[in-house]
C-alpha cells in the first residue's frame, strides 16, 4: 500500500504584517486580521520562486526519507505560478535532486490543490508498480493585485511528499470531489488572478470540502472523532477553522496545521505544508484526515495512518524554521515580490 | 377613478442567490403571486416591471418579453413594461400599475421589480449603482452613493446634532426585525457597538450603516375593487400613489437635511388618501443606509425635523412603539435588489395588514405607507394601502 516515505517543507523567511499592507490601503488592520484571521504572510526573497521553493523542499524530503533520489520514478509539481508557461518546473527540480533522467515529469495546476493532484497520481504509480518512488510538491509564489483583499493572504511556500512503500505514513485511501466552479481564476497573460467575492465561501470551499471529506468518512467507516489530525486547505485562518467545525471537528485536532495565520496561505503548498507540520509531531498509530481545496473547483481527501518508521526519521521542524523570520515594510515586500522591475 | 386593490403578493428570499438566474428570480417571485391571488394566468392585462440595471448587472435588457416569457403568456400577447427609476423602481412599477387600473384600461394587472446584482463583484457594484446618481457631475468625480450619504449624514450631525450611535441604532433595529423574516439577507441581530466598529465605508457612515448588494424579485396583483372581491375577502386598497422627481444630482438641491421630492410625494399622497402621518400604524421606508431613514422619518413626518435620531434611539420607530418602521428589516436587514426594493415594501405592508406577518406583526394595522426613494433623492414614491 501507498505510503509516505519522506517529507519536506520550505517557507521564505520574509514576512509582511497585515497593518503594514493595510495602512498603505487606508483599512482597518484590527478588522481585517480578526476577519480573516491572520497576522502576517511570508514572502519570497528576491531569488526566489516556485522552482527555487520546490527544489528546497525536495531537497529535505530526500534527506528525510534517506533514499537514492535515482530511485524517484515520477515528480509532479503543483503551482499556479511556475516560473515558465511552457517549460516544467518539476524538470528543474528533477535535475537539482538528481533525479534525472530515467524519470517521469510533470507540472501540474490546479489552482491550490494541483499538489494534491500530484500526490494521488504519485499513489497510483506506485500502487500500481509502475514506480518505485514518487515525488509530489505543491509550490506557490502567489499574485495579488496590490490593493486586493487577497493581498493580505497571498505568500510563499511549498512541500514536497515522496510516495513509497512501507512508509512513515501508510495512505489509506483518497477520494476526490471535483465541480466546475468559477470563483477564483487568472487568465493567461494577466498577472493577477480575479475572484469571486464571497462566492469563493459557500458554494466553492465549504461545499468541496465538506463533500470530499464526507465521501472519504464515509468510505473508511471514520468519524471526526477517528483523528489525531485534521488538515484543511487554508485561504486564510477562519476558513478551516470553520469548515471543520462544520464537520465535526475540535480546535484541537487542526491546530498542529494551522499555519496560516503566520505564514499567509501558500496556495498550492497550502494543505501539503500544513501536513509536513503535524509529521512533525505525529506518533505511530495516529490518524490523520487531509482535505485541499482547490478553486474552479474540488477537493482531494487523504486518510492517513502513521507507522512505527516515523520514530526513525529525522522530523523536519517546521515550525522552528518558520520562527526564523525577517519583517519587511511595504516597499521592500513590492520590491522582492518584483512590481519595480 | 377606480379604487383600486391588491389581491396577492409574492416574493423571492433575497440574498446571495449564486444558484437562481435573473429569469428565475422573475419567474418565482410572479408565480408566487400569481399563486397568492389565485387568478389563472389568462386573466391578466399587463404588467409593470421595474428594474434598474439589469443591461449592466447581468447583460439583461428588454424585461418586459422576458416577464411575459416566463409567466407562459405570450400567446395572449399582453403588454408588459420594464420601468426605470434607480433604487424607486419598484414603487414606480406600483405607481404606474396602479394608475393603468385606475384608470380604467386595464383590470387585473401584475406589478413587479427584480435585480440580480452579485453576479458582478464589489467594484462593479459600486459603479453600476453610481449610474442612478448623476455621471456627468457626480460619478465621474468619484462620488459614489455612500460618500453621497455620508455628505447628508455629515450635514444633518452638524445641523441637528444626530450622532453615531442614532444612526448605528437605524440599523440596530432593522436588523432585529429581519431577524424574524424568513426572508431577509441578514437574519442576525446587531449592537450599536458592532455597527461603531465594523469597517468606515465613508465617513461617519460604517459598512452596517450601509444596505448590501442582493438578489431578489418581488410581485404584486392589482385589480378594481369590485373585481378583488371576487378573489379574496382580505381586501388591501390603494389609498393613494404619489411620485415627485427632483434634480438628478444632489448638489443641485435646495437642502441638503432633507429629500424634497420624498416631502412632496408624501405630501400629495397624504392628500389624495385624507389621511396625515399621524394616521399611518406602520411605514416601509427606504433606508439605503442608516441616515436615509432618519432622514424619511422626518420627510414623511413621522417625528419632526432634526428629531430622527433621537426618535430612533428612543424606540418611536421600533416594532412596538409608536410608528414601527421597516418591520420586515428594510433595506438594511432584508437586502436590498434595488429594482425589486418598491414591491417588496409593498408585500411587507399588505402582509402586516392582513395579518400575517407573524412574530413581527403589528397590531391593528389599518393603514400602511412605503417610502421607496431613486439616487440620493432624484425620484421618490410614496404608496399608501388601508384594509378595507
Known sequence: MASIVGYGAYVPRYRIKVEEIAKIWGKEAASISSGLYVFEKSVPGMDEDTATISVEAARRAVKSAGIDPKGIEAIYVGSESHPYAVKP???????????????????????CKAGTAGLQNCIALVDSN?????????????????????????????????VGKEGIATINDTVSFTTDTPDFWRREGSPYPGHGGRFTGEPAYFKHITNA???????????????????????????????????????????DSLL?????????????????????????????????????AGSDAFDITVTDKIEGIQRQGIREMLEDKEYVDYGTYMKLRGEFT | MRDVAIIGIGMTEFGELWEKSFRELVAEAGVRAIMDAGIEGEEIDAMYIGGMSSGMFVGQEHVGPLAVEVAGLEDLHIPATRVEGACASGGIALHQGYISVASGMYDIVVVGGAEKMTDVAGGSATNILASASDREWE?????????????????????????????????VKNHYNGSTNPKAQFKRKITVEDVLKSPLVADPL????????SDGAA?????PVEVAKKYTDKLVRIKASAMACDTLSLHGRERFDALPAAIHAAKKAYEKAGVGPKDIDLAEVHDCFTIAEIIAIEDLGFVERGRGGPATEEGITSLHGEIPVNTSGGLKSKGHPVGATGIAQLNEIVLQLRGEAGERQVKDAQIGLTHNVGGSGGTAVVNIMEVI
Open chain 1, 89 to 111: 518546473t518539476a524538470t528543474i527540480v528533477a535535475e537539482a535532486i538528481e533525479a534525472t533522467p530515467v524519470l517521469t515529469a510533470a507540472d501540474y495546476e490546479f489552482a
Open chain 1, 260 to 296: 496560516c495565520p503566520w505564514i499567509g496561505n501558500t496556495y498550492s503548498g497550502s494543505s501539503m505544508v500544513g501536513l509536513a507540520a503535524v509529521m512533525d509531531v505525529a506518533q505511530p498509530d495516529q490518524r490523520i484526515i487531509v482535505v485541499s481545496y482547490g478553486s474552479g
Open chain 2, 206 to 213: 460604517h459598512l452596517l450603516d450601509c444596505s448590501p448588494v
Open chain 1, 130 to 162: 509502475m514506480i518505485q518512488y514518487g515525488m509530489a510538491i505543491g509550490t506557490d509564489v502567489s499574485q495579488a493585485a496590490p490593493g486586493d483583499a487577497l493581498e493580505y493572504t497571498a505568500a510563499a511556500g511549498g512541500a514536497a511528499f515522496i
Open chain 2, 219 to 223: 410581485a404584486a396583483i392589482l385589480a
Open chain 1, 213 to 255: 471529506a464526507k465521501m472519504l468518512m464515509e468510505r473508511c467507516g471514520t468519524k471526526p472523532s477517528d483523528y489525531d489530525y485534521a488538515v484543511f486547505h487554508q485561504p486564510n485562518g477562519k476558513f478551516p477553522s470553520r469548515v471543520a467545525k462544520m464537520l465535526g471537528f475540535e480546535k484541537e485536532q487542526i491546530k
Open chain 2, 139 to 171: 460619478a465621474f468625480f468619484g462620488a459614489t452613493f455612500p460618500g453621497l450619504y455620508a455628505l447628508m449624514a455629515t450635514y444633518h450631525m452638524h445641523k441637528y446634532g444626530t450622532t453615531p450611535e442614532q444612526l448605528a441604532s437605524v440599523a
